[in-house]
């Protein structure tokens, strides 16, 4: 146990984000809160409490799960990141977030493990420092078990052409919502404004600039956005 507060996260290994959306989220609440931690990367899911990244580690304990995370530091921690938003705004940050985490996140992961190029590029990246060996045996398994998943959660059932479809109109409506607004409810930022950049971020910087990485960065108020909260919560 830690009186400190530790973040446990998958490395980035472009720019300055997490390869995980999940975990540049995280990372950019605490920063944006001014939580005092230690950001620890991790390539291994043992220890994790859901068997998933991110999670933190503070004298509580562990938790796991960015969101249930944020709900935690909003009452241990004393923070109010969004006490300006109306019961209405909450909710339609609600409905933002499933639009990024639960359909451009899988959106994403199917064009990076599972896409024939994506995952050429990935396994490029991600296996950088080992031993071709290593990539041999280990490559196959982590592909077969995201393409599992996806198809279990339904994503990779459709054609390639009908994901892309899907992802550009997710794109577009997050787009439609910003608007010309600096922020998705205004002048100030919010914790959905952290949930949008760390998938639209991990889309436009990532390393495979498939169809809806390019139409993501095709909207400037979106591109746009992603460099407003970065600046906001990783500069200084
Ligand atoms: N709902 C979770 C999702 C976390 C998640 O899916 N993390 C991925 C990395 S992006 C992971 O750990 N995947 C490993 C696995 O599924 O085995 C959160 O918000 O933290």
Redesign the pocket.
């Known amino acids: 146990m830690t009186s400190f507060l530790t973040l446990y996260q ?1 490395p980035g290994p472009w720019d300055v984000f997490s ?5 540049a ?2 990372e950019a609440f605490l920063r944006w809160q001014q939580v005092p931690h230690k950001a620890v990367t991790v390539s291994r ?1 043992k220890g ?1 409490p ?6 933190i580690e503070d004298a509580n304990g562990k938790r ?6 944020i709900d935690y530091l909003c009452s241990a921690y004393g923070l109010s990141p969004d006490a300006a938003l109306s019961a209405e705004q909450k909710a339609v940050a609600r409905s933002i977030t499933y639009l990024c ?1 639960e359909s451009i ?1 899988r959106i994403m ?1 199917y064009m990076r493990f599972v896409d024939s190029e994506g995952w050429a590029k990935m396994q490029a990246l991600l296996f950088a420092k080992y031993p071709a060996v290593v990539r041999w045996l280990v490559a196959p398994r982590i592909h077969a ?2 393409k599992k ?1 996806l198809t279990q959660q339904g994503i990779a059932r459709h054609s390639r052409d009908e994901i892309v479809a899907i992802g550009r109109r997710d794109v577009d409506a997050l787009s439609a919502m910003l608007g010309n607004k600096p922020y998705f409810f205004g002048e100030d930022m919010t914790s959905v404004d952290i949930t949008v950049f760390s998938v639209i971020g991990n889309l436009i910087t990532g390393p495979f600039q498939h169809e809806v990485a390019l139409h993501a960065a095709s909207h400037p108020n979106l591109a746009a956005h992603m460099q407003r909260v970065k600046n906001h919560c990783f500069s200084g």
């Open positions: 998958f390869a995980s959306p999940f975990c989220k995280l899911l994790a859901k068997g998933k990244v991110p999670y796991g799960d960015s969101n249930l995370i985490e996140y992961a078990y995201v998943q």
